[in-house]
């Protein structure tokens, strides 16, 4: 089945860093990508979409400065978390479109750590 | 817009019996369901889906749902629970189509006791 490969699991950075978290589609094409965040004990919230060769789409709430998306290719999306600070801390999860039997493909999550 | 709730926070049970963990959904549209389960610090499993067809979906794990339309809700069930099951559990909706971004309940945690 489809598989969507998230690195790295884990990061620990220092308040005022910048982390970039990948997303890559490993056996198929994703022309988006789905970016949540999950606060714990919380559920998924969903940050944005990034779309392949265009601008991503931000959900209402989320700054576009802070959290900076690309979809560099069709097998590559990035979240960059820019000037982290401790409230930052959270688990972030890609997500690929449905397949054509509606299965989403997660990846396997980052662990963010901001101190 | 579409929303999801999942009536139970945290649902603890003993090995062996049965469990229904609660999801009800508001949508003006039809909709697509799904269940995922979530072990610490992993990301989300499929459990299973309903997209059309029969209002009984059976998925993994020994986990089945049944869609009510009537009542907005896609009840998850397991008649013998395991240690294993412990985890977080989570409902989504979502409309399909050109939206197809999914909407997540606020999951529920299974402990099975033994």
């Known amino acids: 089945g489809a598989v969507v490969s998230q690195h790295p699991s884990r990061v620990i950075c220092k308040s005022g860093t910048s982390v970039k978290i990948e997303c890559r589609s490993l056996d198929f094409q994703a022309t988006t990508m789905f970016w949540y965040r999950q606060f714990p004990k919380q559920s998924l919230m969903l940050m944005a979409t990034s779309n392949e060769g265009s601008k991503a789409t931000y959900e209402q709430g989320v700054e576009k400065d802070k959290f900076l998306i690309n979809h560099a290719s069709l097998t590559l999306s990035t979240l960059t978390v820019t000037s982290a600070h401790p409230e930052d801390s959270s688990f972030y999860i890609c997500s690929a479109p449905p397949d054509r039997v509606g299965g989403y493909t997660f990846g396997s999550g980052t662990r963010l750590t901001v101190v | 817009a579409q929303s999801v709730t999942q009536l139970d926070s945290q649902v603890p049970v003993f090995e062996e019996a049965p469990v229904e963990l609660r999801c009800n959904y508001s949508s003006s549209v039809s909709v697509y369901l799904f269940w995922y389960v979530q072990y610490p610090n992993q990301g989300l499993q499929l459990l299973l889906k309903y997209l059309s067809g029969s209002t009984l979906v059976k998925g993994i794990n020994g986990f089945e749902a049944e869609f009510n339309k009537s009542q907005t809700s896609f009840h998850l069930r397991k008649p013998s629970v395991h240690i294993s099951d412990t985890a977080e559990y989570f409902c989504?909706?979502?409309?399909?189509?050109?939206?197809?971004?999914?909407?997540f309940g606020k999951g529920t945690l299974l402990t099975v006791n033994p």
């Open positions: 989504a909706v979502t409309q399909g189509g050109s939206n197809y971004k999914l909407t």
